[in-house]
């Protein structure tokens, strides 16, 4: 069963950047679909970005398109979320899941929680004004 444990998180000023990271132990990265997701205090939490197993497609919010990018090393096992121009709104724990549904089943459905069962422990971002 992989395990995943996401790093990269801390404080930073609104217009800047951050890479998280999500490194996966019991398992083969890219043979699963990631998603990153993240929750704000009081709020559902939401889906931010995934990549598709093996072929690596690329999945985003609306609210990141363009600011965010998803990306995998293979060679070191993990997954990327670099975030730039970010906004006071960003600010939420960070958190990354993995499954195995077929590609053609994932690029419809890459958002839905419920379907990733794998998940780390999170990781705080705050972006202050």
């Known amino acids: 069963q992989v395990q995943l444990v996401e790093s990269g998180g801390g404080l930073v000023q609104a217009g800047g950047s951050l890479t998280l990271s999500c490194a996966a132990s019991?398992?083969?990265?890219?043979?699963?679909?990631i998603g990153w997701f993240r929750q704000a205090p009081g709020k559902e939490r939401e889906f931010v970005a995934g990549?598709?197993?093996?072929?690596?497609?690329?999945y985003y919010a609306d609210s990141v398109k363009g600011r965010f990018t998803i990306s995998r090393d293979d060679a070191k096992n993990t997954v990327y979320l670099q975030m730039n121009s970010l906004k006071p709104e960003d600010t939420a724990v960070y958190y990354c899941?993995?499954?195995?549904?077929?590609?053609?089943?994932?690029?419809?459905?890459?958002?839905?929680?419920?379907?990733?069962?794998?998940w780390g422990q999170g990781t705080q971002v705050t972006v202050s004004s």
């Open positions: 019991g398992g083969t990265l890219s043979n699963y679909n």
């Open positions: 990549i598709s197993r093996t072929v690596g497609n690329t």
């Open positions: 899941a993995a499954d195995l549904r077929p590609a053609f089943y994932y690029r419809n459905t890459y958002y839905r929680e419920n379907e990733y069962p794998y």
